[in-house]
């Protein structure tokens, strides 16, 4: 008898997990996301706090900086008129996405690269920031590009759900692959001698190198990473209002002068190569 | 739910693996730590005592994800390189066996005075009367909270997915990342851990009433 109720409480929480299963995502993805921001008069982004020129968390005003906050706010005032308001919400690589289909966001702008697989679950703008995939190693290590991480007993470090950390699988099948939660992270793992180089887009790397003498980026961009802005899938709407905007900027100079502002004095980096269409 | 199994059943056998052993690992060595210090506050030397007070209430004290990050990226910058299945399990087991401290001192004190009291008068030494009447009786009386320990110590193992430990959550973060399908790839992690802590919690319990 007692073996009996355990067996009924068992299926019970299986079934519990399994009536959650079937009752998931459906939920605020049909609504128009562009008709409530206007009626909100608010955009919320996906932005990244931990990613020098892109995004970062200035402690001291405890606000988020970077030229995706600069973009955002920019595409907002052209969606919503003057007076739209832009708020901002932290993601990273691994939550961007969950918390777009969950409707906590109402688009990405956060380093993310369009990618087919991507394209089937969100809808992407057009390309706002042509980056690359690179490398950043120590300045004395023997690791000059991509090809000589191809070895048994090397180490890549790598951000949970990006691009980045699938694309060095495919070009170095033979190191292995550490997936650490954000950039911060990844690179105190290198600090620490946890693996031997570190890899994401180049705007990202060449941000960290700025700030730490010791680094720097090697063996160019290997692969092309347009980052786009993303809307969950459907609402295409947003998604024309966010391309029209983008394509304003950069006829009256607004993106080129962003561009200018965050990546103006960055050394061995290429304005026109982040620019291209 | 089934499509994340079946397609990744391999990345989710090598998670569970590692989550199963590390939990094994963390158990065993908390336990031996764990006791140790808990007949550390008990002994009648003060410096031991304080040592043992000292260890308890740092690691108890302190979130496990940051002993986790401190093993997986302060200690390598001084003495040795720990990956993230190694210095993800040293800080489980510290971080379990202050717990496991705790919950066996308070065993070892309910236990009443009178027996080793008696066992002293028959000529044991206080080791001998520690190791063969008191701590037998202590274990029997902290089952219950050693088994939410040994519950919790198994959930906790989930930091190594912060110190890319390669264990079942770091493999379910992959897979939902890449897969973009969170929702069920969670639901397929936590049934998979409910499948190593649902018999963990039977068997204490049974435990529990074969000892009463």
Not at chain 1, 30 to 51: I, Y
Not at chain 1, 157 to 184: C, I, M, Q, R
Not at chain 2, 110 to 135: C, K, P, S, Y
Request: charged share 20%; hydrophobic share 45%.
């Amino acid at each position: 008898m007692r073996r009996w109720k355990s067996i009924l409480v068992l299926c019970g929480m299986l079934l519990l997990t399994l009536s959650l299963g079937a009752c998931s995502n459906e939920k605020s993805a049909q609504q128009n996301a562009l008709k409530r921001s206007q009626e909100s008069n608010t955009l919320t982004w996906g932005v990244k706090a931990d990613t020098r020129l892109f995004g970062l968390m200035d402690i001291k005003s405890g606000t988020i900086k970077g030229f995706d906050i600069d973009m955002g706010k920019e595409v907002t005032k052209r969606v919503l008129g003057k007076k739209g308001h832009a708020k901002f919400v932290q993601v990273t690589s691994k939550t961007r996405i969950p918390l777009l289909k969950n409707g906590n966001i109402d688009a990405i702008i956060a380093t993310m690269t369009i990618t087919p697989d991507r394209e089937k679950i969100v809808d992407f703008s057009n390309v706002y920031f042509a980056a690359g995939q690179s490398l950043l190693v120590k300045k004395d290590s023997d690791i000059k590009n991509v090809r000589d991480l191809n070895k048994d007993g090397m180490t890549v470090l790598a951000v949970k759900g990006s691009t980045s950390a699938v694309n060095v699988k495919k070009y170095a099948p033979k190191a292995k692959v550490l997936e650490l939660e954000d950039y911060a992270q990844a690179f105190t793992a290198l600090k620490s001698g946890q693996g031997d180089a570190m890899t994401t887009d180049n705007g990202i790397l060449f941000g960290i190198a700025a700030e730490n003498p010791g680094y720097h980026v090697v063996g160019g961009a290997f692969t092309n990473e347009p980052y786009g802005i993303a809307v969950d899938k459907g609402q295409t709407q947003l998604k024309n209002k966010i391309d029209q905007a983008i394509a304003d900027m950069r006829r009256d100079g607004t993106y080129q002068r962003l561009l200018q502002k965050w990546f103006g004095n960055v050394a061995g980096f290429d304005l026109k190569e982040a620019s291209q269409q | 739910m089934i499509n994340v199994f079946t397609q990744h059943w391999q990345e989710l056998l090598l998670g569970f693996g590692n989550t199963l052993l590390c939990s094994v690992i963390a158990l065993f060595f908390s336990l031996i730590i764990g006791s140790t210090f808990a007949i550390f506050e008990v002994l009648p030397y003060k410096v031991l005592h304080i040592i043992g007070r000292v260890y308890i209430e740092v690691f108890r004290n302190i979130p496990l994800l940051v002993i986790g990050m401190f093993f997986y990226v302060v200690v390598p910058q001084f003495f040795v390189t720990l990956d993230g299945f190694t210095a993800g399990t040293i800080g489980l087991t510290l971080y379990t066996s202050s717990f496991i401290a705790e919950t066996v001192r308070a065993g070892i004190q309910a236990v009443d005075d009178g027996q080793m009291e008696g066992a002293r008068a028959n000529g044991l030494t206080f080791m001998q009367a520690m190791w063969h009447i008191i701590l037998p009786q202590a274990f029997r009386y902290v089952i219950p909270p050693l088994g939410n320990q040994f519950i919790n110590l198994v959930k906790n193992s989930s930091v190594l997915a912060f110190v890319a430990g390669f264990d079942l959550m770091y493999q379910g973060d992959a897979i939902a990342s890449t897969t973009f399908d969170t929702f069920n790839t969670y639901i397929v992690v936590g049934i998979l851990y409910l499948i190593i802590t649902l018999p963990l919690s039977y068997y204490m319990r049974y435990l529990e009433k074969k000892l009463a």
